[in-house]
């Protein structure tokens, strides 16, 4: 299977701050891997710099064999255009998301490519097959949500554009068992069509048995392949 992401020696942070350190990390087409660690150990900056948002990095980061990484001196950001045309979408952590706009349109803000504003409706229908509560709620705005309809928003709102990596930043956070489960769930009944994702989670359970592999990652290190393993 050919490789969709190919990290080596990645090195990334914040001003004085070096959060993440010689990482190498490789995913597959199609392949659905899990970044498990605690709070804290930089699963949310491996993903800022796999999409050009952290202030500094070095390292090789390639995209489909083409190289996406490099030092960031043009600034955090500017490079996160291309990288999504070449094939990346991202869920930031959280809540992420504009309160003051309908379903509908924060789907729209996803569509960020020529093609996939031209096929935002189709897309939109996809969505709602996948998380069916956010159907009847097009219209509505988001700030009046529940968070698990939120969080579906905020999923969704990546999966407006194909990709063939997804990055998904701990779509469990803050939400109950319950409703995080079923947000996991609607995202593993996506058919895998070469679509790669890699989502980073506390909750070693919630993917536990669902992912291809699980990565661990503690102190800004690659931890190894954990396996299926439940810690609880
Ligand atoms: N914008 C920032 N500026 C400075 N330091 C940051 C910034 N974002 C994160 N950090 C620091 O980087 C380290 C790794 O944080 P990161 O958010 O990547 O971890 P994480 O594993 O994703 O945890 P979490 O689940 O809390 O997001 C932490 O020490 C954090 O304080």
């Not at 710099?49 to 950001?77: F, N």
């Not at 989502?199 to 800004?220: F, T, Y």
């Amino acid at each position: 299977m050919a490789e969709v992401l190919k990290i080596t020696g990645l090195t990334a942070g914040y001003g004085p701050l070096r959060v993440l350190h010689e990482i190498d990390f490789r995913v597959l087409e199609g392949e659905r891997v899990g970044l498990v660690g605690l709070n804290g150990h930089g699963k949310t900056t491996l993903f800022r710099a796999i999409s050009s948002l952290v202030g500094w990095q070095s390292g090789s980061i390639l995209l489909h064999g083409r190289e996406i990484g490099g030092s960031r001196s043009a600034g955090p950001g500017r490079k996160t255009p291309a990288i999504v045309r070449a094939g990346l979408a991202m869920t930031p952590q959280g809540d992420a998301i504009f309160p003051g706009l309908t379903v509908a349109q924060h789907l729209d803000c996803g569509a960020y490519t020529v093609k996939a504003w031209r096929d935002r409706k189709a897309r939109r229908e996809m969505v709602f097959d996948i998380f069916p509560p956010l159907r009847k709620l097009e219209h509505a705005l988001v700030g009046r949500l529940s968070g698990g309809e939120r969080r579906m928003v905020s999923v969704g709102r990546a999966l407006m554009v194909e990709a063939s990596l997804y990055l998904i930043d701990e779509p469990s956070l803050g939400l109950a068992p319950k409703i995080s489960a079923s947000v996991i769930e609607a995202l593993f009944a996506l058919p895998k069509d070469g679509r790669a994702m890699v989502i980073a989670e506390q909750n070693v359970a919630l993917l536990s048995g669902k992912v291809d592999r699980m990565v661990g990652m503690h102190a800004g290190r690659i931890r190894g392949d954990v396996g299926h393993v439940s810690l609880y």
